[in-house]
């Protein structure tokens, strides 16, 4: 990287006067690790001269703080370094920036957390006070993240999330120069009254809440995940070395390949397979699965370690990747990239010709993979229409994977885990964010032979440390709880299916239950009422078994770029093994209950910051055919309105009680029906909808919807005409608030990973 000049320097200082500390500069030049000294040396040379010191002053307020101060954590920067503000400020310019220097005995501290300190003033680069914590104090005030509307007495925040019922009202000495439209983070201001609107002040600009670009950025943003990394992860990172070979297996001479989506940014896991030369196995097969080896890299008690658990798992988006490791590691050097050599954990499983596992053990090796294959290639070239690259690779290396494959799927069947069949949604979008088309993902054999070798590869993790009483995170998914299973058997009956009482529950049962409504036009409402009755798997030290699956010991070994709970789970096989220092530690053990719930939590807070990001980007999608007709299915229903799943898009969309027809309609929860009060119609699960698009809301990713017609059938109107709700009058707050308290349900269905 080039230093930069001092007439450069003063340039930038001069277009950016509110981005002149060392690490805006730093950050601006492209400036890291040990180059950074000589971008402070010459800074101090500017400031010699005298071209830097009058600027440096003007970002100083002349007044003090008390020794002792009440402040708030305002969050880590991107380099990692905790700052705060003080709760109590008098002075006329902005409140001073404090950095807060923890000590290991010193509890986390998180944004919003009070503390009181003991101040030290200090001539630092971007902040004027440096503060020891004496103790944590008070509770978290409660934050909004919404876009701000300007008002003569200062400002309303619409709040962007859909449970928020209620705007937040801003006084003109809160508005902190927020201007009308714009995105902001606010915070509660004052208790909280029993009447009235909350009060807020704002705390932060995010920009224009309607580019198309900033929808994941909202959800990133009202999801609390971390999407910079600290300067001193970066640096470590940037300082790794690619792993020797040194004791290392070396199996570089296999033809592993991978097998991903073709917009793969990493490759965590390569296979190979070949037909077993075992006279005592004839028909069988020997299975390779090698999974990155990201604990060659990141060890404990680093500064990536603690950010890769701090984060818990990468987080996608349909316009970008909020990664767990830096690019460094996660498109690198733990990336298997084709024709490089790159360290790996590697899985040699031995199997009949009916997929049961006979053996297997674990390695520390290292690899090449030969080609870096996607689904779509992969699954044409075993279907007879090999591509250029693909044709040399068919007699061995696909051919071989997918007997394997076949032998595999004949022990999945004898096991039964649950089959669902629910497509899922791909959101396509332009170079500018706009969203072009909505469409249901591919599904290949492809797609099911790496689930398949993967799901042995974690089997055969779990079994291995089992073995050893080496300690490690299972991935639990519990039976469906009664209550759960009982809403269930109400929606298969009411379909006309059976699901038997009085027998202890098994996946099998389940799928008989799935595979009657196959090809019915119940199937969609079958399969996604037996998803809602599932429970939410999770991390732990207890091995529960996950029931999905109908597996007895499971755990999370194949992705560990992407996971932290691999990379436990890969620091217990090196323990377990004894291949190095880098394993499991005293202090990691101790910890690991801490650590699955952290990480159980950092999971669900991703699948709600998708979920979220598809709504937004699936209503700006639709927001332009506003009064258009679509036809649904009845997905959900609630006191104050039904669900419809659209058939085109897979959205999903509210029709407020108001706009259900004439009548008044009784809420049965025990059916989960309405009941309308004059004719005695029943409006289920499962039914045949159309109706017409009300509302579509890109910032709350709302869709209001009126009803037209049920099985075929109009429904009568209020008022005998067009519904309400759509000049944006009472009515249509109402849908709004609707909405709002809709998603609290939605929530509570987020699709179960496994």
Known sequence: MRMPSKDEVLEWISQNPTLTTKRDIAKAFGIKGAARIDLKRLLRELEAEGHLQKRAKTYRDPEKLPPVSVLQITGPDANGDLFARPLEWHGEGDAPNILVITRASDPALGQGDRILCRLTEVEGEDHTYEARLIRRIGTNPKRVLGVFRKTAEGGRILPIDKGEAKDWLVLSEHVNGAKDGELIKGEQAGPKGRMGLPRAKIVARLGDPSAPKAVSLIAIHQHGIPDSFPDKVIAEADAIKPAPLGALD????????????????????????????????????????????????????????????????????????????????????????????????????????????????????????????????????????????????????????????????????????????????????????????????????????????????????????????????????????????????????????????????????????????????????????????????????QNFGHFGLALRAYAHFTSPIRRYADLIVHRALISAHGWGDDGLTPAEIESLENTATHISETERRSMLAERDTTDRYLAAYMSERIGNEFSGRISGIARFGVFVKLDETGADGLIPMRELGREYFHYDQETTTLVGSDTGIVIGLGQRVTTRLAEAAPVTGGIALELLSLDGELVKRKGGGRGRGRSGGPARRKATKAKRKADKVKRKVTRRRS
């Open 250 to 541: 070396d199996l570089r001479d296999m033809p592993f390949v991978t097998i991903d989506p073709a917009d793969a940014r990493d490759h965590d896991d390569a296979c190979y397979a070949h037909a077993d030369d075992d006279p005592k196995n004839p028909g069988g097969h020997v299975l390779w699965v090698a999974i990155a080896d990201v604990a060659q890299y990141v060890r404990p008690d680093t500064a990536l370690d603690s950010e890769a658990r701090k984060r818990g798992n990468s987080s996608y988006f349909p316009d970008r990747v909020v990664p767990m490791l830096p690019d460094r590691l996660s498109g690198d050097l733990c990336s298997l990239h084709e024709g490089v050599p790159r360290a790996v954990l590697a899985l040699r499983v031995q199997i009949d010709s009916h997929g049961k596992k006979l053996d297997h053990r674990f390695c520390r090796a290292m690899i090449r993979s030969i080609a870096s294959l996607n689904y779509g290639e992969a699954q044409d070239a075993q279907d007879g229409n090999p591509n250029e690259r693909c044709a040399e690779l068919m007699d061995s290396v696909i051919t071989p994977l997918y007997a394997a494959y076949d032998a595999l799927v004949a022990a999945r069947n004898e096991r039964q885990p649950l089959a669902l069949d629910l497509p899922e949604r791909k959101i396509e979008l332009d170079d500018d964010g706009q969203v072009t088309s909505v469409n249901f993902r591919d599904r290949f054999d492809a797609h099911k032979l790496i689930e398949e070798c993967m799901v042995l590869a974690n089997v055969c993790a779990a079994e291995t440390l089992i073995a050893k009483k080496t300690p490690l995170l299972f991935r639990v998914h519990e039976e469906p709880k009664p209550e759960k299973l009982d809403a269930l058997r109400e929606t298969a009956q009411t379909a006309g299916y059976n699901l038997a009482k009085g027998q202890v529950l098994q996946t099998r049962h389940l799928n008989q239950l799935l595979d009657a409504a196959a090809g019915s036009e119940n199937a969609e409402l079958i399969n996604i009422s037996t998803l809602r009755s599932m429970t939410q798997a999770y991390y732990t030290q």
